[in-house]
C-alpha cells in the first residue's frame, strides 16, 4: 500500500484561520474574498504512491458508474499539506469527450493509506437536471442517504436539517443541484467538526461529497448524562443576552451585486454554553463572567495620509521585488506578472503573481498594491515556512503575548495601509491564536456613523516572532448607508432575538480548554432552528444571511411554476408578487435582461485598466446604465444588432421579435437568413415580415414561441408568463445543443 515518507516536506505558506464560531461579517466574507487555504506542495521524491492505486481506491467506490474511463483519462495532481496539517493529501482528475461534450471530475485523497475525501463530477448529459428537474428535494434526500449508507457506510451520520445551500437556483443552462449535510455523532450528539457534504443532480446521479476531519481515534468524548438541564441554560442566555446594531453588507456571489442593510444580532461575545457546567465559551476558553460588549475604538481618530499619491506598474514590481526578496541560496524569487486590474471589493489595484522556485519545485501567490495610494492590501508571507524548511530562519522561540502581537498588528498598520485606519476599529472579539506555530490572527472591523460593518474588515496575522504573516483589508464603496433614525428600539430586538432562541447540543473541540483531542459538551445558541439569522432593524422581520427575505410568490394558470423559479433565480425582478400582473406586456430592455441573466453569469467590476473606454453599442445605454452588459454581451453575441442609434428599452417586444433573438441565441441565425426554405402555414403567416420568416419557422417548430390554434400572432405584445416558459425552453434548447454561454 502506499506510503509517504515524511522528509522535505516544503512549508510554502502561512494561512489566515478563523475560529469555528466566526461573527455574522466572517460568515458574510466567507463567500466573498476569504482568504483560500493554502496548499503546501510537496516533493516529488517524497511520495511513494502511484496513479492506478488511487484509481482503484476511486473504482471501489464506484463500481460501475465510470466503467466508460480508462486509466489514460486520468492524471494526477502534485501532492500537498496545509499549514494547520501535515496528513499528506493527493489529487485526482480526470477529463473526457463523449459524443461532443466534456466529461470531468475530481477526487481527492487523504492519509499514508488513501482514502478519498472529496470528490466532484459533471456529467456530459445534464437535460433531466434542468429545471424542471427529474427528481425533486424530496427524492434526492433519499439517493443521498442510500449513497451514506451503501458506499461510505457511515451508520453514525445523520441528515441535518436547515443548512446553507451551496447550490441556489442559477442560470437556466445549468443543472439543479440539491446539496445535503449529515454530522458524525456520538451518543447521539453531532460533532461539530465532522460533517460530510453529499450533491445530488436534479437527475438524480450522485456528482460530489466532501468529509471533513476524520475522527482521530484518541478522541475523548464528555458524558452526555453529565450535563445541565438545556431549558434552564436557555433561560440564563436570555438574561444575558445583548444585542448589537450592524450594518451588514449582503453579497450576492451570483451576480456579485453588494447591498447594505441595518440588522441587529446578539453580541459576537456570546459563543456556547458549556454543557457540563455552565460556563460562557469564548474565543479564550470557559470563563464565568459572561463577556460584555466591547467598546468601540477607531484605530486612527483622523484620516492619515496615503503612502503615496499614486503608482506606477514598474514602482509595484519594485515594491514586491524588495517586500518578497528571499536570504537563502537555495530559493529563487520570480515575478510572472505585474496588472493593473479591480480586484473583488472592486479596488483599483496592481496585482503583482510570483513565485518562489527551489530544486523539487515551487510555491506562488499574488499581493496587491492599491493603484491609488501605493499601500499594500493584500499578502501573505511565504518566506518564513521556506526558510524554516530549509533550516535558515531564525524565530523567536518564546512567542509574544496577546497584547504584544496587537501592539505589532497595529504597528504594521500604520505602517502598511495608514489611510484606511480611521474607517476601522480595534478588534471587538478576541483574535484566533494558532497554537502550533505561536501565530495571532486579528480582525478590525470597518465602522460606519458609529456602526460595526458586517463584510467589511481588515485581517492582520502576526507570527511568534512578531512579523507580518497575513495582510488584507476588505473595503467596499457604497452609494449609501440607511440611516438609523428610524430602526426599531433596541428592547425591541431583544424581544424578539429571545422570542427566536434556543440551544443546540453539540460536540465539540475548544482550542483553549487544556484537553488534548477531547471534544467538550456545548449548547450552542441558534434562532429561528437556522444558522445565520438576523433581524432586520427597520422591519423588525427576521432574516437568512445566504437566503436574505422570503421570497416574492406569483399565482398564475399555467405559468405559475416558471415565474416563480425566475423569480427565485432572481432572474425576474418582481418586488411585490400581489400587486404584479404576469399577463402585462414585457418591455425589450426587461425581456432581454431576463433572457441573459438566464443564459450567462454576469459580475460586478473584475476589468483590467486599459479597457475604461469599453464598447457603447447605443447612444443612450453608456456603462453607467443598469442594462449596459446585458445589452453589450447580447450585442457581442449577435443577439440584438447594434444598426441603430437607441435601444428601445421601454417598448414591449413583440413574439416575432422574441423569435428572432431566440433563434440567435441558439446559433442558427445563417439557416434562419434562408427564408426560401421555409413556408409558414399559420393562418396569419402574412403578418410575419419576410426576412423573419425562418426564425418564426425555427422558433416555432422548436417550441419556443408556438402558434395557437394555427395562429403565431407575430405583433402581439409578450407577457411576463409567456417569457417565463419560452426562456426555459430554450435553455433546454441550448443544453441540447452542447452550446455554452455561461461565462462574461
Do not use: C
Amino acid at each position: 500500500m502506499a506510503r509517504f515518507k515524511k522528509v522535505g516536506m516544503i512549508l510554502t505558506s502561512s494561512v489566515l484561520s478563523l475560529g469555528m464560531f466566526s461573527s455574522l461579517a466572517d460568515a458574510s466574507t466567507a463567500v466573498n474574498g476569504q482568504p483560500e487555504k493554502v496548499r503546501i506542495q510537496v516533493a516529488a521524491t517524497d511520495i511513494v504512491v502511484t496513479k492506478e492505486e488511487l484509481i482503484k481506491t476511486f473504482r471501489e467506490m464506484f463500481p460501475s458508474q465510470f466503467d466508460f474511463l480508462t486509466n489514460n483519462d486520468f492524471q494526477v495532481r502534485s501532492s500537498h499539506i496545509y499549514p494547520e496539517d501535515d496528513t499528506i493529501r493527493h489529487d485526482l482528475f480526470f477529463t473526457k469527450t463523449i459524443n461532443g461534450k466534456q466529461v470531468y471530475g475530481n477526487i481527492g485523497f487523504v492519509g499514508e493509506e488513501p482514502e478519498i475525501e472529496y470528490f466532484s463530477y459533471q456529467p456530459s448529459n445534464v437535460k433531466d437536471a434542468l429545471f424542471p428537474p427529474k427528481v425533486s428535494k424530496e427524492e434526492a434526500t433519499k439517493i443521498a442517504e442510500d449513497f451514506m449508507k451503501k458506499f461510505l457506510d457511515e451508520k453514525e451520520y445523520q441528515l441535518e436539517t436547515n443548512t446553507f445551500n451551496y447550490y441556489p437556483q442559477q442560470i437556466l443552462t445549468e443543472p439543479i443541484r440539491y446539496s445535503f449535510t449529515f454530522a458524525r455523532t456520538k451518543n447521539q450528539v453531532s460533532i461539530a467538526d465532522q460533517r460530510l457534504e453529499v450533491s445530488v443532480l436534479g437527475n438524480g446521479e450522485i456528482v460530489g461529497f466532501h468529509k471533513m476531519s476524520p475522527q482521530a481515534a484518541s478522541s475523548s468524548f464528555d458524558d452526555v448524562t453529565q450535563i445541565k438541564d438545556k431549558n434552564e441554560l436557555v433561560k440564563k442566555v436570555k438574561e444575558n443576552l445583548s444585542v448589537e446594531l450592524n450594518y451588514q453588507i449582503n453579497y450576492d456571489y451570483q451576480t456579485s451585486d453588494r447591498t447594505v442593510e441595518l440588522v441587529y444580532r446578539p453580541s459576537a461575545q456570546l459563543q456556547g454554553v458549556e454543557a457540563a457546567t455552565g460556563k460562557w465559551m469564548t474565543a479564550n476558553g470557559y470563563t464565568s463572567e459572561f463577556p460584555g460588549k466591547t467598546k468601540i475604538e477607531k484605530i486612527a481618530a483622523n484620516p492619515l495620509p496615503a503612502k503615496q499619491d499614486g503608482i506606477t506598474v514598474e514602482e509595484a514590481k519594485k515594491i514586491a521585488e524588495q517586500l518578497l526578496a528571499i536570504d537563502s541560496d537555495k530559493i529563487k524569487l520570480t515575478i510572472d506578472s505585474v496588472q493593473e486590474r479591480e480586484n473583488y471589493n472592486g479596488m483599483p489595484v496592481i496585482s503583482v503573481q510570483y513565485m518562489y522556485q527551489y530544486r523539487n519545485g515551487g510555491s506562488g501567490s499574488s499581493l496587491e498594491i492599491n493603484k491609488y495610494t501605493g499601500e499594500i492590501v493584500n499578502y501573505h508571507n511565504m518566506k518564513d515556512h521556506l526558510l524554516s524548511d530549509f533550516g535558515e530562519d531564525s524565530k523567536n522561540e518564546d512567542g509574544l503575548s496577546q497584547q504584544e502581537a496587537l501592539n505589532q498588528a497595529v504597528k504594521f498598520l500604520k505602517e502598511w495601509v495608514p489611510s484606511y485606519l480611521h474607517n476601522y476599529a480595534m478588534p471587538v472579539g478576541e483574535p484566533y491564536v494558532d497554537e502550533r506555530v505561536g501565530s495571532y490572527h486579528f480582525t478590525f472591523p470597518r465602522v460606519v456613523n458609529g456602526i460595526i460593518v458586517n463584510g467589511d474588515q481588515i485581517y492582520v496575522s502576526i507570527a511568534a516572532d512578531g512579523s507580518l504573516n497575513g495582510l488584507n483589508v476588505d473595503y467596499q464603496e457604497m452609494e449609501s448607508w440607511p440611516s438609523s433614525d428610524d430602526v426599531i428600539s433596541e428592547q425591541e430586538a431583544k424581544a424578539l432575538i429571545e422570542e427566536a432562541l434556543s440551544l443546540k447540543l453539540t460536540y465539540m473541540k475548544h482550542a483553549k480548554s487544556g484537553k488534548e483531542n477531547h471534544y467538550d459538551l456545548v449548547y450552542l445558541p441558534v434562532f429561528n432552528e437556522e444558522p445565520y439569522g438576523y433581524v432586520d432593524a427597520h422591519t423588525g422581520e427576521w432574516n437568512n444571511l445566504f437566503s436574505g427575505r422570503n421570497s416574492v410568490t406569483v399565482s398564475h394558470p399555467w405559468a405559475e411554476e416558471e415565474l416563480n423559479y425566475l423569480i427565485n433565480a432572481k432572474v425576474l425582478d418582481v418586488k411585490d408578487g400581489k400587486s404584479f400582473n404576469p399577463d402585462a406586456a414585457i418591455s425589450k430592455g426587461e425581456a432581454l435582461k431576463v433572457v441573459m441573466n438566464s443564459l450567462t453569469y454576469f459580475y460586478r467590476g473584475g476589468y483590467y485598466f486599459g479597457e475604461e473606454n469599453m464598447n457603447q453599442s447605443f447612444d443612450n445605454i453608456d456603462s453607467k446604465h443598469p442594462l449596459y452588459q446585458q445589452i453589450e454581451r447580447a450585442v457581442e453575441l449577435g443577439i440584438i444588432k447594434a444598426d441603430r442609434e437607441n435601444f428601445d428599452v421601454d417598448k414591449p417586444i413583440t413574439r416575432e421579435e422574441l423569435s428572432v433573438w431566440m433563434i440567435r441565441v441558439l446559433g442558427l441565425e445563417q439557416a434562419a437568413k434562408d427564408s426560401s426554405i421555409f413556408k409558414l402555414g399559420f393562418a396569419d403567416a402574412d403578418k410575419v415580415q419576410s426576412a423573419n420568416a425562418g426564425y418564426v419557422a425555427l422558433a416555432n417548430s422548436l417550441g419556443l414561441v408556438k402558434e395557437e390554434q394555427n395562429a403565431f400572432n407575430p405583433k402581439r405584445e409578450v407577457t411576463y408568463a409567456e417569457l417565463a416558459v419560452s426562456t426555459i425552453r430554450l435553455a433546454h434548447a441550448i443544453a441540447e445543443s452542447g452550446r455554452n454561454l455561461r461565462y462574461y
